[in-house]
């Protein structure tokens, strides 16, 4: 069974920086994407980012210019360098690693940005 580890998250003050990674427990391959997720209370879970194969990204509104997602050479691990964070950017932070016919999800990571 794989599983995916998430690590990275915490207490960070408003306009601070984190870096999440997300590595999996076993090699996975033909993987189509990597993405990263974020649930608040009370909120639907919503797509932060993600990065294709290719390389192609995307990223949330809220996320543009101050997140950045990027992967390893070898497609198992996943990084999203998260900088000017917000209290508003709040949540428990997803990965997800989807191929063909399978999505993998992470366990979550906190993140919390309070003065």
């Known amino acids: 069974q794989v599983q995916l580890v998430e690590s990275g998250g915490g207490l960070v003050q408003p306009g601070g920086s984190l870096r999440l990674s997300c590595t999996a427990s076993a090699w996975i391959i033909s993987i189509n994407r990597m993405g990263w997720y974020r649930q608040a209370p009370g909120k639907e879970r919503e797509l932060v980012a993600d990065?294709?194969?290719?390389?192609?990204?995307y990223y949330a509104d809220s996320a543009k210019g101050r997140f950045a997602i990027s992967s390893d050479n070898a497609g198992n691990t996943v990084y999203l360098e998260m900088n000017s964070l917000k209290p508003e950017d709040t949540a428990v932070y997803y990965c997800?690693?989807?191929?063909?016919?399978?999505?993998?999800w992470g366990q979550g990571t906190q993140v919390t940005v309070s003065s």
């Open positions: 997800e690693l989807s191929t063909s016919n399978t999505n993998y």
């Open positions: 990065i294709t194969s290719s390389g192609f990204t």
